[in-house]
């Protein structure tokens, strides 16, 4: 009987937090258990573009981004193609816009027409980085 209150009034404390050195991985106690310590990593803001990109990966390419996400790389890849996709608009509106005359003295001259016309230029080029970069993307 002895032997059973030393047991019992001995302190059987667990750490709150341990290290498996087997998985590399921190675990958290939480009541009796250990739970592990995991994070995913930050979200790099992005644009629309990379919005919509991640948005198709998810609906069209199920297994690609879920490897990416567990893999915790989905983020800086949307950034990449979203970063590309500004790149390939700005180039694109600059190029059809030097091709079609828009300049700015038609700017100085007729604001509407400057206006409307850099609009439809922003809407087709808009469309072919859709199509081109971010829904044909694999």
């Not at 609906?59 to 193609?81: C, I, P």
């Not at 509106?93 to 300049?103: D, K």
Request: aromatic content about 10%; charged content about 30%.
């Amino acid at each position: 009987i002895l032997m059973i209150l030393i047991l019992f009034s001995e302190d059987i404390s667990m750490e709150q937090y341990i290290f498996d050195d087997g998985n590399g991985l921190w675990y958290e106690r939480c009541g009796d258990y250990y739970v592990p310590c995991l994070t995913l990593p930050e979200e790099k803001p992005v644009g629309i573009w990379g919005r919509r990109y991640r948005r198709w990966l998810k609906e069209h390419r199920r297994v690609t981004y879920n490897e990416m996400l567990v893999s915790g790389t989905l983020s800086d890849h949307v950034a990449k193609v979203d970063r590309q996709a500004e790149e390939m608009l700005d180039r694109l509106i600059q190029q059809m816009a030097e091709l079609e005359g828009i300049t700015e003295q038609l700017k100085a001259d007729d604001q509407m027409a400057w206006v409307g016309a850099m609009n439809n230029i922003k809407a087709r080029a808009e469309e072919i980085v859709g199509g081109e970069l971010i829904y044909a993307h694999a």
